[in-house]
């Protein structure tokens, strides 16, 4: 999370210098400065990634066996998870403080589904940061340059289509669509697949395969 917060600071201040070198703050500003804000927190990502490997080293020449009690996958989870987090709260933050308001929406002509959708929107932002942890780690790890580009790609692609509200039916779905699919592709750099879902269904537990040693001698009665 404090990475984020790095990345909104470097964002801000961008912001801030840019506003003052063109004299002028309009929506010309805004998509540029999205996307630059996006490169900024893949960048902090990156960033994180490098100190949890440096960590994790760490880690593993103090353990007993040389190996480090968490794998990189649950470091990538949790670290994608924060990063979702800490950006859904600034992204719903202010809405929240206009619900709390004298004001209904609707009533000049809004959207009565903004609330609605601007929760439906941070929740899939939440997801999406949490599956781009997964495989944004994974990607630098195994050195995949694709993996990189299309978690890149993907959130330029989700703070782009943000700028086509109030039409809710062209933003919404796509990202709903984008948040599955990416989440799939998660969940099979994971390691996980169809065959691990159906036995966590069904509730079968496999026997551990472990021999059991019965020793020939028996202890004699006591008098």
């Known amino acids: 999370a404090f990475f984020w917060l790095l990345s909104l600071l470097a964002a801000s201040l961008l912001w801030a210098v840019s506003v003052q070198l063109s004299g002028r ?19 902090c990502r990156f ?3 490098r100190m949890l490997r440096k960590a994790d ?26 990063f979702g987090i800490i950006s859904g709260v600034f992204s719903i933050i202010n809405i929240l403080v206009d619900a709390a308001g004298p004001g209904t ?24 940061h949490t599956f781009w942890g997964v495989i944004f780690f994974d990607a630098c790890e195994r050195r995949r340059a694709g993996g990189l580009g299309m978690v890149v790609g993907g959130h330029l692609l989700v703070s782009g289509l943000t700028f086509l509200n109030p039409w809710y039916e062209a933003t919404l779905g796509p990202i709903l669509i984008l948040t599955l699919c990416t989440g799939l592709w998660a969940f099979g750099t994971a390691g996980g697949s169809f065959h691990n879902v159906l036995k966590c269904l069904s509730c079968k537990q496999e026997p551990e395969g472990r021999v059991m040693l019965y020793s020939a001698l028996q202890v004699p009665p006591e008098e």
Do not use: N
């Not at 703050?25 to 960048?43: F, I, S, T």
């Not at 929406?105 to 999406?128: R, W």
């Open 25 to 43: 703050e309009d929506a010309a500003l805004l998509l540029p400065g999205a996307a630059a804000a996006v490169l900024l927190q893949e960048l």
């Open 47 to 49: 960033a994180c990634f």
């Open 57 to 82: 080293e760490g880690l593993a020449m103090l353990s007993e066996d040389g190996r480090s009690p968490i794998s990189l996958r649950q470091m990538a989870y949790v670290s994608g998870l924060s």
């Open 105 to 128: 929406v609707g009533i000049h002509g809004d959207s009565p589904y903004y609330f609605i959708t601007s929760a439906f929107l941070t929740m899939a932002l939440v997801l999406l």
